[in-house]
């Protein structure tokens, strides 16, 4: 079937009136491996020339994929050098990160493994370079390394949200932090925990729609946690799948009760009667 001419000068104007110019998904996707591979991961040459050759082709890489997005204005040296004086700071908390995985997770060995092997590691840190970058206002980059991270881990956080230090996620998959959520220190959080919003309106795009976590709070798997004006305070368990869209007290336990009953000889219930 051939495609209609309309359509073809439609799309053709679309992107003709963009602001942008090309922006190189592939070419981002890369430059978060290499700059992860530069920072934690053992290389074929370890000088102090072969990192600042490194670091200038990162720099570069960054600056194309900016002046791609904001037309070439003058300000993309100031963003990628604003980005790069911060990355000292960044590789900080990104070390203490790892270092609570490795204190907390009786699997983890050491920060050679977590480099290596650990989805939620590398999820931390595409949202700590993603995060530094929404912090500086550049467009869509952030988004974009931030999706990076959800399609590889599962583990999709928004660049927006702010997450204090000695961040522990632990198996990861499935798990979902909005843009407006904050966080404190020394949290952990498993597998399918969603911090989300109770209102998903577009009117409420510029509230604060999505909860507040204190110091030392771990949240076990299943856990959804709904609400800008919901906070957990600090110090508390969450346990799995429990639903809270109110304020829990500090130093709390929530959880559900499970009931367990011993079958006995006697028939099963009818509703439970069936034929495959």
Known sequence: MAISDHLIERIHQTKQ????????KIKTKRWVKDLYETLFLPQNDNTEDQLKRNFKALQETLSEQINAVTGGQDSTEKQVNQFFESLPNLYDQLVLDAKSIVEFDPAADSLEEVYLAYPGFFATYVYRI??????QKVKIVPRVISEYAHSKTGIDIHP??????????????????????????????????TLGALNVSKEKAHQKRHPNIEDDVIIYSGATILGGETTIGRESIIGGNVWITQDVPANSLVYHKSEIKIKDNTSLPESLTFVI
Not at 18 to 24: L, P, V
Not at 130 to 135: K, P
Not at 172 to 188: A, D
């Open 130 to 135: 993603s995060h530094q970058l929404w912090s």
């Open 17 to 24: 009136n963009s602001n942008h110019g090309f922006f190189d």
């Open 160 to 193: 927006g949200a702010t997450i204090g230090k000695s961040f522990f996620i632990d198996h990861g998959t499935g798990i979902v932090i909005g843009e407006t959520t904050v966080i404190g220190n020394n949290v952990k959080i498993y597998q399918g925990v």
